[in-house]
């Protein structure tokens, strides 16, 4: 099966993902390097399962790089600590778990989210999620395309963004603070903050440009930011 992380990010970048049901016993398979135990211990027989997965991702993305294996512990807002020179991102779902990869000196951030597709588990959670203006075009394109949950879809793509945007700014965005609008037939996503990223990170784009899919259950979104090019 073809790996839907990498369709949906441009090289530089490298995409590995993987699916698994529950208590899968492929993943007890999986090791962690001895530095990353630690904090697996904590975690329940479930999350170690996924914790691993996307390890395990990860490093297959950083061998296709030419990076020997490496510890990916947590920062400490749980965010995935990368290698000297490395930057990346993760996440899993039920059923779902990738990773992407780049050089640093090639790519500024990348920001993957997934989500299993289905609608939200609460009404209010709508509101929590979405803007006024993204609820505009959701009415819009839900009766056109029914197949796809597009409130759970602008938060994947929230979700992503903010993983790019943290990675660089280590600096909180709300997803009131993002608009996300959609595409529905070229799998494209644009989305905004209204918060600029501060001194010196003025090479941020806004809006991003991120692309998406809905395929085999899941939502899958992905943004990414390359290095500028400087002449002399």
Known sequence: MSEIIEELLERPIVGIDGFHTPGDMTLRNLRLLPEEESTAASLSPERRLKFAAVRNCARQGLHRLGIAPAPILRGPAGEPVWPSGIVGSMTHCSGYHAAAVARSDEVA????????????????????ITTREERAWIADVESAYPDVSWA??????????????FSITRRPLGLGQITV????????????????????????????CGRWTARNGFLVAAVSMRRSVRTH
């Open 109 to 128: 951030a990348i920001g993957i989210d997934a989500e299993v597709n289905r609608p939200l588990r609460y009404h209010e959670m709508f509101d929590l």
């Open 152 to 165: 759970r879809l602008v938060f994947t793509a929230k979700e992503s963004l903010f993983k790019a945007w």
């Open 181 to 208: 609008e959609v595409d529905p037939l070229s799998g494209e996503f644009h989305a905004r903050t209204s918060v600029p990223p501060g001194h010196g990170d003025d090479a941020f784009s806004n809006p991003w």
